[in-house]
Nanobody, 116 residues
Framework: QVRLVESGGGSVQPGGSLRLSCAAS????????MSWYRQAPGKERELVAG????????DYVDSMKGRFTISRDNAKNTVYLQMNSLKPEDTAVYYC?????????WGQGTQVTVSS
């Protein structure tokens, strides 16, 4: 079955960096676009970034442009989110997502906390 497992979250100071990973299994990873979402306490889950199946096209929410970079390694069935210049408002649980023909699948999430 489809499985998405995020890792790489943690606590960092403002201005710091983290690299999140999402290991995928149970589907043909290289044929699906992938995306990262996040959910802050008391807020709706929101899109962060997306990447096409071959990795040739990426897209970001405006507030993340220039600070976050999404990438993928189809040989490792893994999608990444490099986050730089982190701000306290980036504190959230970060999820990866895949939309298959049948339905959307989510990972369990990884907590990112940005605080001094």
């Amino acid at each position: 079955q489809v499985r998405l497992v995020e890792s790489g979250g943690g606590s960092v100071q403002p201005g710091g960096s983290l690299r999140l990973s999402c290991a995928a299994s149970g589907f043909t990873f290289s044929t699906y676009a992938m995306s990262w979402y996040r959910q802050a306490p008391g807020k709706e889950r929101e899109l962060v970034a997306g990447i096409t199946a071959a990795g040739g096209t990426t897209d970001y929410v405006d507030s993340m442009k220039g600070r976050f970079t999404i990438s993928r390694d189809n040989a490792k069935n893994t999608v990444y989110l490099q986050m730089n210049s982190l701000k306290p408002e980036d504190t959230a649980v970060y999820y990866c997502r895949v939309q298959t023909v049948v339905r959307a699948y989510w990972g369990q999430g990884t907590q990112v906390t940005v605080s001094s």
